[in-house]
């Protein structure tokens, strides 16, 4: 199924449910992302898709590099039969350098791209890599500004005004990977804080009076400006959080069984993804409240909460209430991008409440120690607890 949803992403034609679907795919591994950005690279050479279920990110570059050959190839003969039928030796030999050097270097922007960096994928399929330093004119495929990346911010708000005429939106889709947080300023006002291994689609201009819609996958806390004739909706992890104007924080990675919506100020109403909204069939979110839906079973609970301990992230706090330490570690993988593998099914069980906000994976896991004492070993970005 993968395989004709990657070929439909590539070519522009998924539809929302396929998106989200590809977006958790995409974020489950490392070798996902670069086998999607090698089989980009061949779909502009013009080059046959191929299996991509049993395809892995070093066969994709090997084609990739193949392919590149190859045009190489092709573009000396046509200039060798240039030569020969408007005797332009010199210009044609000069014209091979510089296709010959283009084309390299089309092939370097693929390559060097590090799965741990912050990453734009723009409506034409084109990556761009963004750094928490510096500015950065973000442009759409007619080469006009829609937007620009300051220091750790994306800011669309100069393309906020919305288009009288309706045409197809231009969607962009800001990646973070584990081990860094970023922000982005969408086209209405509205700012949306992205926790590590994140990812949001997004339109680079909402239309007049029509839905606002965005897809997350992992964390993000929302500041949604109002407009109650267009009303703001997240989709994530099955369900969508609909809203007019209001702060909230969503938490659906794709390896966790529950999403979790904590309401901070405002009101906000939760459905499933699908299905026709109403006030019957959604669930009423209050300030202070947070929804846990069930992705399995598709049940909703809600529970009165401290919102600090879901939104202190975004002043980079690590905050734990009453959690298991076998989740505890998917968190902590996440904010410094390491792998953690727990043999110690002791202390995987134990319920731990702790605050960290800039000590060292070394230092969290010596606090933990504290508490219940085991042996771990560090080998590089790994952890294996003993």
């Not at 741990?116 to 500004?145: A, F, H, M, R, Y």
């Not at 689609?201 to 239309?207: A, G, I, L, R, T």
Request: aromatic share 10%; proline share 3%; charged share 25%.
């Amino acid at each position: 199924m993968i395989a004709n949803i990657i070929v439909k992403r590539i070519k522009g034609t998924l539809s929302r449910e396929e998106e989200l679907y590809f977006q958790k795919w995409l974020s489950q591994s490392k070798d996902n992302l670069l086998t999607y950005q090698r089989l980009v690279k061949l779909h502009e050479l013009n080059v046959p898709l191929p299996d991509v279920d049993e395809l892995d990110a070093k066969k994709a570059w090997q084609l990739v590099v193949h392919a590149g050959k190859q045009k190489r190839k092709n573009d000396s003969k046509f200039s060798g039969r240039d030569i020969l039928k408007y005797a332009a030796i010199f210009v044609g030999l000069l014209g091979c350098f510089f296709m010959y050097k283009s084309f390299q270097e089309d092939i370097s922007i693929v390559e060097p791209i590090d799965p741990d960096s912050i990453t734009l994928v723009l409506g034409n399929g084109k990556t761009q890599v963004l750094t928490n330093e510096g500015t950065l004119k973000i442009t759409n495929t007619k080469g006009e500004v829609l937007g620009e990346k300051v220091d750790g911010l994306v800011d669309y708000s100069q393309s906020k005004n919305e288009d009288e005429v309706e045409t197809e939106s231009e969607y962009n889709t800001l990646r973070i990977p584990h081990g860094k947080t970023f922000k982005v300023v969408l086209s209405d006002g509205t700012l949306v804080h992205l926790n590590a291994g994140s990812s949001l689609k997004y339109p680079v201009k909402f239309q007049k009076n029509k839905n606002r819609e965005v897809s997350l996958i992992g964390e993000g806390f929302f500041e949604v400006t109002k407009n109650e004739n267009s009303p703001f909706i997240v989709t994530s992890g099955g369900v969508d959080v609909r809203v007019l104007g209001t702060k909230f924080n969503i938490t659906s990675y794709p390896e966790d069984q529950n999403q979790n919506t904590v309401l901070v100020e405002g009101s906000v109403r939760l459905y499933k993804t699908g299905s026709i909204y109403d006030l019957e069939n959604s669930t009423l979110l209050s300030p202070g409240y947070k929804a846990e839906w069930n992705t399995e079973t598709n049940n909703i609970d809600l529970e009165k909460v401290h919102t600090e301990l879901y939104t202190g992230w975004i002043n980079g706090k690590l905050m734990m209430k009453e959690m298991v330490f076998s989740n505890i570690v998917k968190r902590l993988q996440r904010h410094y991008n390491v792998t953690i593998t727990s043999e110690n099914h002791e202390l995987n069980n134990r319920v731990f409440t702790a605050t960290f906000e800039k000590e060292s994976i070394w230092e969290v896991l010596e606090t933990f120690k504290l508490e219940t004492p085991f042996d771990y070993e560090i080998e590089g970005d790994h952890i294996r607890i003993k």
